[in-house]
Antibody
Framework: QVQLVQSGTEVKKPGASMKVSCKAV????????ISWVRQAPGQGLEWMGW????????KYALKFQGRVTMTTDTSTSTAYMELRSLRSDDTAVYYC?????????????????WGKGTPVTVSS | QSLLTQPPSVSGAPGQRITISCTGS?????????VHWYQHLPGTAPKLLIY???NRPSGVPDRFSGSKSGTSASLAITGLQPEDEADYYC???????????FGGGTKLTVL
């Protein structure tokens, strides 16, 4: 069964870092890219960025550049998203999703399989 | 505030038809970038509903359809059912941000 399995709930202090994992199961990891999307409480979906599962190339949303790093571990078919210098407004559910191309970022692409989300709370 | 504007809420009775608009600009939908739609139930993973304007993934009923014209796109749902009650989001690409953008989301209530 094709699925993306995400890591569990996290609680962080302001200023700390978080790292969420997303393991691909049931398909060839290299065929599809991985995007990260978050949803803050009461808010809509927000795209954070994309990573090529082929070569690790990344494309980050302007808002998160300098604070986010996306990586992959091809030996375990797992993608990671690290967010640094956490603030209270980073409290959200973080989702990973796969798109149509593991090599190139596509302006016309979409996410056809999503993880179940990782809740992250940032609080002192 | 999202570059793609959706109504915060829409409602309809079972069996009725509703539409959800997604209004953009010349840097996204108006630039002929594709539009996709997702259905999201709180506490679950978002689900792809419509891709590239009006294509349905396997398993999505033909009660759901999409359209695009100018700087806007729309999602239509016919024969409303109670299980359609969810949040709906449009997604496209924006050249000014050089990235994907989502609409603010629309909460559908089935009366």
């Amino acid at each position: 069964q094709v699925q993306l399995v995400q890591s569990g709930t996290e609680v962080k202090k302001p200023g700390a870092s978080m790292k969420v994992s997303c393991k691909a199961v049931g398909y060839n990891f290299f065929t599809f890219g991985i995007s990260w999307v978050r949803q803050a409480p009461g808010q809509g979906l927000e795209w954070m960025g994309w990573i090529s599962t082929h070569n690790g190339n990344t494309k980050y949303a302007l808002k998160f550049q300098g604070r986010v790093t996306m990586t992959t571990d091809t030996s375990t078919s797992t993608a990671y998203m690290e967010l640094r210098s956490l603030r209270s407004d980073d409290t959200a559910v973080y989702y990973c999703g796969r798109d149509q191309d593991g090599l190139w970022f596509g302006v016309s692409y979409y996410m056809d399989v999503w993880g179940k989300g990782t809740p992250v709370t940032v609080s002192s | 505030q999202s570059l793609l504007t959706q109504p915060p809420s829409v409602s309809g009775a079972p069996g009725q038809r509703i539409t959800i608009s997604c209004t953009g600009s010349s840097s996204n939908i108006g630039a002929d970038y594709d539009v996709h739609w997702y259905q999201h139930l709180p506490g679950t993973a978002p689900k792809l509903l419509i891709y590239v304007h009006n294509n349905r993934p396997s398993g999505v009923p033909d009660r759901f359809s999409g359209s695009k014209s100018g700087t806007s796109a729309s999602l239509a749902i016919t024969g409303l059912q109670p299980e359609d009650e969810a949040d709906y989001y449009c997604q496209s690409y924006d050249s000014s941000l050089s990235g994907w953008v989502f609409g603010g989301g629309t909460k559908l209530t089935v009366l």
